[in-house]
């Protein structure tokens, strides 16, 4: 595993951005001609709407991973626009009115409202995000939810409460065990979240966020513990998000280093050097942000097709260098065009992709290079592992296994042997199209639609106790007791 430098300890912005030319220079071609949108884009590429209000169980279904920061709670995206959720389901978390189902139930399909809905057939999901406190605590109902995105540019919550603000909206008249729609004026085209917030992109780029600040301020409202009941405005003229587990970022402009209104934009929770996720700024000061605030380190990767609004990071339309931001428990990870990853956190614990040196070069972005020099289509970054999935098809991870194990790159096997820089995982093969994640688990979806599972672990203990990783839609026979290894699930209709 090689890596190449692309900031050490830097002296000013404009010495970062010579450094990052050459890297940008050669990902831009990649992108030459794509123009630029404000429609919401779908996970799915291209989401197929039901012929009824009902799920689609009777045909072969397409089930799309997805990331979010829920622990122990399971979610796919089936290409009608149905979200299914398995796993732990107190707290209303199945989103059909019951404040628990029993996590040995078949997965519950969750379907949004019609009211108000112009569109042909039902209102579709298109993105969906969730939350628990540090990806960690899957029960407490006054920390979990889950959010969708709707086809029509809506934002619904549900499973949870609204004690730190994570639904967004009132229990009535619509209760926290059904999805209801959060008011946010404008269109809606991308939603994230971070292990307590929820963030919203408008198609004229406002963004808004609400839920658990967690003393950290990663709500970005302007104090360690600002957080409003409904989303709040934090910032306009925004281009696109991403979200790691402590913090946001906002793309907005092409960097200038001469205009402090553009470039990369980051608030929450920091930490000096190798601890937990370090700096998300990458400039490795240690120092929280409560209000969106210029990253030095992370700004000069906006060198072109950031300055319009309202853009999906990392969608076919999406013209900016900056392609994804992403981050988990141990570190953070940019991709910048062309599929060039960036790594920086925790190297002591397995977080950055490379072999721990000090705490100053674990915190600093570095350009982390994939065996055979295969580039990023996708990053999915767990509670302590990180998948990335390559334009080659095969899959990536590195992390720490030693708390809640991982799947073994080789047998697929739980295992508790710390992947220090990024691996194939073999078992999967190289026909792999999206991966998802989720506290301690992970989510791929092969080329010919099969679904594969794996982890379950619950506060890092060696269990699948919740049932979040199955093999069989209707008659799981996954046991309950051990974290589980890669585990194909078998669909509906196939």
Same mark, same amino acid.
């Given at each position: ?20 030319? +050459? ?7 990649? &992108?030459? @001609?794509? =123009? /630029? *949108?404000?429609?919401? $884009? #779908? ?113 619904? +919550? ?7 603000? &994570?639904? @967004?909206? =009132? /229990? *009535?008249?619509?209760? $926290? #065990? ?317």
């Amino acid at each position: 595993m090689t890596r190449r430098p692309i900031t050490r300890i830097r002296r000013s912005a404009a010495a970062r951005a010579a450094g990052m030319t +050459t890297l940008v220079a050669i990902a831009l071609a990649a &992108v030459a @001609g794509v =123009p /630029s *949108t404000t429609a919401a $884009y #779908t996970d799915t590429a291209a989401a197929e709407t039901s012929p009824t209000d009902t799920p689609l169980l009777t045909q072969a279904a397409r089930m799309i991973p997805t990331n979010t920061y829920l622990a122990n709670t399971a979610t796919a995206l089936q290409d009608d626009g149905t979200l299914w959720v398995w796993g732990f389901r107190g707290n209303g978390l199945a989103g059909n009115g019951t404040l628990t189902v029993p996590s040995t139930a078949s997965p519950s399909p969750v379907v949004l409202p019609n009211d108000g809905y112009t569109g042909a057939n039902h209102r579709y999901i298109v993105k969906v995000a969730g939350t628990s406190l540090d990806d960690f605590y899957p029960t407490d109902i006054n920390y979990t939810g889950l959010a969708a995105l709707s086809d029509d540019g809506q934002v619904y +919550t549900w499973g949870g409460s609204n004690t730190n603000n &994570v639904m @967004g909206r =009132p /229990s *009535t008249p619509i209760p $926290y #065990t059904q999805p209801g729609p959060v008011a946010i004026p404008g269109t809606v085209v991308d939603l994230r979240s971070s292990s307590g917030v929820f963030m919203a992109l408008t198609s004229t780029g406002d963004l808004y966020t609400w839920g658990n600040a967690q003393g950290r301020g990663i709500t970005g409202q302007g104090s360690a513990t600002a957080s409003s009941p409904t989303p709040s405005l934090i910032m306009s003229g925004v281009h696109s998000i991403g979200a790691g587990m402590w913090n946001g970022w906002a793309v907005r402009g092409n960097f200038d280093p001469n205009d402090p209104t553009t470039g990369v934009f980051w608030w929450g929770w920091a930490n000096a050097g190798s601890s937990y996720a370090s700096d998300p700024s990458g400039d490795n000061l240690g120092t929280n942000q409560y209000t969106p605030t210029r990253s030095t380190g992370l700004s000069p990767f906006a060198q072109s097709g950031c300055d319009t609004v309202g853009v999906v990071m990392g969608s076919p339309a999406d013209q900016c260098s900056i392609e994804s931001l992403t981050g988990h428990y141990f570190g953070n990870q940019l991709v910048a065009v062309g599929g060039h990853l960036v790594t920086w956190g925790d190297a002591s614990n397995f977080g950055t992709g490379r072999a721990y040196v000090s705490g100053p070069i674990s915190a600093t972005p570095i350009a982390l290079t994939l065996p055979n020099d295969d580039l990023v289509k996708q990053i999915a970054p767990s509670q302590d592992y990180v998948e990335v999935l390559g334009m080659s098809g095969q899959v990536y991870i590195y992390g720490r296994y030693s708390f809640a194990r991982g799947p073994d790159p080789v047998s697929g096997t739980a295992s508790t042997t710390n992947i220090v820089t990024p691996t194939p995982l073999l078992p999967l093969g190289d026909t792999v199209s999206a991966v998802g994640a989720f506290g301690y688990s992970g989510t791929a979806l092969n080329a010919d639609g099969s679904f594969v599972n794996w982890g379950g672990s619950t506060a890092g203990g060696n269990n699948n106790t919740y049932s979040s990783i199955i093999n069989s839609w209707a008659a799981n026979t996954t046991p309950t007791n051990a974290v589980q290894g890669l585990t194909t699930m078998i669909t509906p209709g196939s």
